[in-house]
């Protein structure tokens, strides 16, 4: 069988890189070029040798032909490049963070218009499908929820692409009960809501990225965390993606549908 052509968009940042390594790993995939933001020569130097580098999507998608983009930049860019990828036929995985309902619905509509497989997945790492899978299994018991998230000073948006998916998939189920006080004083303090659920964001230098779930209910609490320690967590459940998204047609939200957990 022959190896699924990849390409990487947003491939010098931290997360391409390490992508880069974990595509270049594997025997039945082919690394043939990526996009970063900045011109930074016609070519990228990688573990299986020199390959395609540019800043100019469209014109490499028509030269290189890939099975598969891998998009790793954020979901503004994202939603271009996946237009793009979509109108030659070229399956996506997506690993933004923050899309919208409304972004959402467009990817579907990508996906089966042009009878190709998409996969979005707001967080690539087993430990936080497996947060996600035992949050929802819990939520049914309890009345108040929290969600904390923590990533690095530098992430653009807030909360986070999983923690707006982990707010979805238990707001949707229930409405929780949630504390007004009576007098707040410093706005915001209570964190953002979604159907009764708190949803808190920390940004600072020191933290990669960091998720838990914190149920509460007369006399008891429980929580549920989940620490993302280095990016190379992420790599298995992005090699997993990439040799799914060309068997699949349509939109698939989640590592987890992947997994089929």
Known sequence: MAAIKVLISGITGKMGLEAVAAVSSETNMELI????????????ATPVGNVALSTDLDSLLEQSQPEVMLELTNSTVGMDAAVKAAARKINIVMGASGFSEEQLKQLDVLANENSIGIIVAPNFALGAVVLKKLAEQAAPYFDYVDIVESHHEAKIDSPSGFALNLMRSLGERKHYTRNQPEKENLDNTRGGEYNGISVHSIRMPGKSAHHEVIFGLAGQTVSIKHDTLDRSCYM?????CINDVVTCRGLVIGLENVLGL
Do not use: E, K, M, S
Request: proline share 12%; with cysteine.
């Open 33 to 44: 070029g990526g996009t970063c933001a900045h011109d930074r020569g016609p070519t990228l």
């Open 236 to 240: 298995p459940g992005v090699v997993r």
